[in-house]
């Protein structure tokens, strides 16, 4: 009975749930069986006539502690203190009317032992589903989501909408406002977050994998999304600056948007890769030499001739951009941090060496039909231009920076080159006397 309640009770979506809940339950269940059993013997001692009040006393003093209700006892061991205060209760006060109080707790012991293992073998080696690698998912999500805002922040506030594209628009401005499910995050990384520190190793996540710097980014996305709601009111306001004015601000606010964007960008690749950032930093620092390049703009007095309420609006546009762009910075930080006390890996570029090869690098020999039935053997690879004089003695055509050159066979004449450029030619060479 104990062993079904338990399955019940304690199988959880994802394995640390499962085997938060069944670690919480079997200590809690073995702390206060040895407990009640110790309480009811210390009551048996002092007779009948004290032993009810005395039984009384202990389960009031332990139910009434407010050990529970502390912060972190709370958020990783609430479950552990409830299955504690009514195992104790069962335990100290059925033994009261009970004697056989020891095999009423090996009982429930024993049957809570073998569902919490049941659901724990099954959550973590049969179908296990990680609380660690969704917390991961949704950060990495929440950071392409507030890129996908920023990339297509300059049109939003730039282009105006025609007649004919309202239906199109609609369905961007849905698109455009999908920061909205950052707003409320907050509840569900920490729920995961506490189920990732039950979990064992798996993947690339490690024993004292760095949970707490994942709340940390948490956080700062939730700040830069309430920044976006709030710069998203003046893009959807009744009261629009006329577009001539805009204009006038338009390519650096376009830039700082996308710069950053981009930036954001490179940060949710590398966290879905988990590699640490290698271009964001490039992309931040253009989106700080688009603000200088604003801040210059607008000290020559190019808005002197704004009406006042206008003024205002853009501006506080404006403002909301340049904190918003101030955050993305801290983002990157802030996961760069995560990259490294993770021990993300370092991504993989690749590169092209200056060094040339003494000789063709065969990729695919391909034999094409000339038109005069000659075998002709195409090679893609890389060709060194020192041994041209000697490849063309020999009937074979060496293309510098070319990675394609045609070979015949024979001595004949028709050789096809395709350049690097993607320019191809026809080239006839003169070969046997009295041939034309």
Excluded at 200 to 217: A, D, I, N, S
Excluded at 235 to 255: A, G, H, T, W, Y
Excluded at 421 to 433: E, F, K, N, T, W
Aim: include cysteine.
């Amino acid at each position: 009975m104990w062993a079904i309640m338990t399955v019940v009770v304690v199988f959880e979506f994802s394995g640390g749930a499962t085997l938060s809940k069944g670690l919480n339950r079997g200590v809690a269940t073995l702390v206060a069986g040895g407990l009640g059993i110790g309480a009811h013997q210390l009551a048996s001692l002092s007779g009948r006539t004290v032993e009810p009040f005395l039984l009384a006393i202990f389960v009031f003093v332990q139910a009434a502690t407010v050990a529970r209700f502390l912060p972190r006892v709370k958020a990783r061991y609430d479950y552990g203190v409830l299955i504690f205060i009514l195992t104790f209760a069962l335990i100290s006060l059925s033994g009261f009317r009970d004697e056989e109080v020891l095999d009423l707790a090996q009982s429930r012991l024993s049957t809570i032992v073998i569902g919490g293992i049941s659901c724990i073998l099954i959550s973590i080696f049969v179908c296990p589903v990680w609380a660690g690698q969704d917390l991961h998912s949704l950060l990495a999500s929440n950071v392409d989501t507030l890129a996908n805002f920023l990339q297509d922040f300059g049109n939003e506030y730039f282009e105006a909408t025609e007649d004919g594209e309202i239906k199109e628009a609609g369905m961007r401005i849905r698109n455009f406002e999908r920061y909205k499910s950052i707003l409320d995050s907050k509840s569900d990384e920490e729920a995961l977050a506490n189920f990732a520190k039950w979990e064992p190793c798996h993947g690339q996540f490690r024993f004292r994998h760095p949970w707490k710097q994942y709340l940390v980014v948490g956080a700062l996305l939730r700040e830069c999304a309430y920044r976006i709601d709030a710069l998203n009111i003046y893009i959807n306001s009744e009261f629009q600056i006329p577009m001539d004015i805009k204009k006038k601000v338009e390519e650096p606010l376009r830039k700082m948007s996308l710069e950053s964007g981009k930036s954001m960008k490179e940060v949710s690749i590398s966290l879905k890769k988990m590699t640490k950032p290698s271009s964001s930093d490039i992309h931040i620092s253009n989106s700080q030499s688009a603000y200088k390049d604003l801040s210059n703009l607008l000290k020559s007095g190019i808005l002197k001739d704004v009406e006042p309420l206008q003024l205002i609006s853009l501006m506080t546009t404006i403002s909301g951009l340049i904190d918003i762009v101030n955050l993305t910075k801290k983002i990157s930080k802030s996961v760069h941090e995560l990259a490294s006390a993770a021990m993300f890996k370092n991504e993989m570029r690749p590169t092209i060496s200056s060094d040339k090869s003494d000789s063709l690098s065969i990729g695919r020999a391909k034999p094409i039909k000339s038109h005069d039935d000659d075998d002709v053997v195409t090679i893609l690879g890389d060709a060194d231009t020192s041994n041209d004089t000697d490849n063309q003695s020999r009937g074979e055509s060496s293309i510098d920076s070319c990675h394609h050159a045609a070979i015949k066979i024979n001595d004949d004449d028709l050789i096809y080159e395709k350049h690097e450029d993607g320019v191809s030619s026809d080239q006839s060479i003169a070969s046997r006397s009295g041939r034309e």
